[in-house]
């Protein structure tokens, strides 16, 4: 994020010094926003920049031990710069939180400069995991630093000390997230089709129960059971695929609007991409643990791969944003935008679908049969009536409220509700318009079909009780679409192994003995354990000391 905060939020003369740089490593950077006492409440921050007008310089100081920043990656050893965020005084007025480029370590001997207090935050969830990366904390004794080191594209600090604002929106710092998260979401399809496809071929692989007269028993893939929890995972890797391409277009056609001055689809670029990182992260996390359940005892073999995937991805649902908090910021936008309903402004990208407020108040579901459920438009139509209809419900409810905030806090759970079916919904439409662009492959389009209606279906039989309650569908219709959801995992069944292939992992890259490419599960199992260590001697070491006293009875116990 060094990079993207200095393009972003640097002016131009910031990026000709900075840039060459950071790109050529000539300089190593890091964010260093989060501090031990504040994270997601960035406003909160302690960390201050005191401009002194008589140096032309900023004093940049830790007044508190909470104000040390604590988290950043790359900080606690690496890093020789970093762009710190702290707050910005002026003639002894406080005008936020501001970036600041700040020099760290010597570039000659890598040693702290003077002022400066910096380590590593200590071990962290898992063996190895994410403890490869050195998280650092920092503190600053009134350091230094000059003026024009201030990120200025957005406010400046004149040499007088004067604090201006210029006419670049200061929504423009949601620019550097729109990039960061986008490339999350992205990273979860990713984390996510690993998982699956470790799950998926061991499934094929194992076998349990079901034999008849000395057969071979049942294919755990085989199992209802194993289908409903797996194909729904799956499903939701080639989604959160489609949709992280998408955003890739969105951040792209946001970055061509901000080099011309627009500034109009900022805010919705930056709800939507808060939404679908916080969505897709915390679904990935759930899913990675519920692959390593379903690969039975041998799943928590550290060689299956998945417990470290696991300790490596669960960082993302805090990082770049708490997923709760991410899930409130969109709730702000959707209430914000249904307020603006009959004002005559136009919702556009993915909340223009508010626009057909009347019809999606109004519409009734058309499902008579299962096989109903498979129609696009019928999907669309549900999950667009159940996302307006509940920020509808929580626009009213709060409208009860004489303050706002104190509204706002009282119904934050059913905000998040409305939040997350508002992301489902993204990812469902996004889909929806994947399967009708061209796509090579009568088979394959055929395929991409079927894992849409498990997504979508699955979200539903999941939320059920939403989409009833706000009379999107009827309880009859909802059954309706459990049944349909387990035909398609019928027909996902014969091609989930080239689903799953079509990830083209390497066995090195997905780093687990139950996935490998040619199924030769159980004789990789055998030869992985005598690699432990603890297999470098037969007689372990301290049975003298520990083992053969006891077997003796040399050992007495305490008469008490």
């Not at 005191?50 to 140096?55: A, G, I, L, N």
């Not at 990208?349 to 058309?366: P, V």
Request: with cysteine; net charge neutral.
């Amino acid at each position: 994020m060094f990079i993207p905060a200095i393009k972003g939020q640097g002016t131009e003369e910031q990026h000709e010094k900075w840039l060459p740089m950071a790109y050529k490593m000539q300089i190593i950077g890091c964010y260093a926003q989060t501090e031990l006492g504040h994270g997601s409440n960035v406003q909160g921050l302690e960390t201050t920049a005191t401009f002194d007008p008589q140096t032309d310089e900023f004093v940049i100081h830790s007044p508190t031990l909470t104000s040390s920043k604590w988290w950043p990656g790359g900080l606690g050893k690496v890093s020789t710069h970093a762009v710190v965020y702290a707050r910005l005084i002026t003639g002894g007025q406080d005008h936020g939180v501001h970036g600041f480029i700040v020099q760290l370590r010597s570039l000659d001997d890598h040693s702290p400069l003077p002022g400066i207090t910096v380590g590593d935050i200590g071990m962290k969830f898992g063996s190895g995991a994410y403890n490869s990366m050195d998280n650092g904390l920092l503190r600053f004794d009134h350091v230094r630093i000059p003026r024009n080191q201030m990120l200025m594209r957005v406010s400046q600090v004149s040499r007088e000390g004067k604090f201006v604002q210029s006419d670049v929106p200061r929504q423009l710092v949601y620019g550097t997230m729109v990039y960061v998260r986008q490339t999350i979401v992205s990273d979860a399809s990713c984390a996510l089709a690993r998982a699956v496809c470790i799950a998926t071929r061991y499934s094929a692989v194992r076998r349990q129960f079901g034999s008849q007269n000395g057969g071979p028993e049942t294919q755990v893939i085989d199992y209802k059971t194993q289908q409903s929890r797996l194909f729904p995972l799956l499903a939701s890797a080639y989604a959160f695929r489609f949709v992280g391409e998408w955003l890739k277009w969105l951040y792209a056609d946001v970055t061509q609007r901000l080099q011309a001055n627009d500034f109009s689809t900022l805010p919705e670029a930056h709800a939507c991409t808060a939404g679908l990182k916080s969505m897709t992260t915390s679904v990935t996390a759930d899913a990675i643990e519920e692959c390593r359940k379903l690969c039975g005892g041998h799943g928590y073999l550290s060689n299956s791969g998945l417990p470290e995937l696991f300790a490596v991805y669960i960082p993302t649902c805090t990082y770049e944003g708490d997923n709760v908090v991410l899930l409130l910021q969109v709730a702000r936008f959707l209430m914000k935008t249904v307020s603006q309903l009959g004002s005559g402004k136009k919702p556009v990208g993915t909340t223009a679908y508010m626009g057909r407020a009347e019809h999606l108040m109004q519409c009734r579901c058309e499902v008579e049969r299962a096989e109903d459920w498979l129609k696009p438009s019928v999907i669309l139509e549900a999950f667009e009536a159940r996302a307006f209809r509940m920020s509808i419900a929580c626009a009213k409810n709060l409208s009860k409220f004489s303050n706002p905030e104190d509204g706002f806090s009282e119904l934050s759970p059913d905000l998040l509700e409305a939040a997350i079916a508002h992301c489902q919904l993204i990812v469902v439409s996004k889909y929806i318009e994947k399967l009708q662009q061209d796509i090579p492959g009568k088979g394959v389009k055929r395929q991409l079909k079927i894992l849409c209606n498990v997504y979508a279906l699955h979200l539903l039989h999941k939320h059920l009780g939403d989409f009833v309650t706000t009379s999107c569908i009827t309880p009859k219709q909802g059954a309706l679409a459990n049944e349909q959801l387990r035909l398609l995992y019928s027909q996902v069944r014969p091609n989930a192994i080239t689903l799953v292939d079509a990830f083209n992992y390497t066995d090195h890259y997905l780093g687990s003995v139950l996935g490998c490419y040619n199924g030769n599960v159980y004789q990789r199992l055998y030869e992985e354990a005598w690699k432990d260590p603890l297999n470098d001697t037969v007689v372990p070491d301290g049975y003298l000391e520990y083992v053969w006293p006891i077997l003796k009875q040399h050992i007495r116990t305490a008469r008490l």
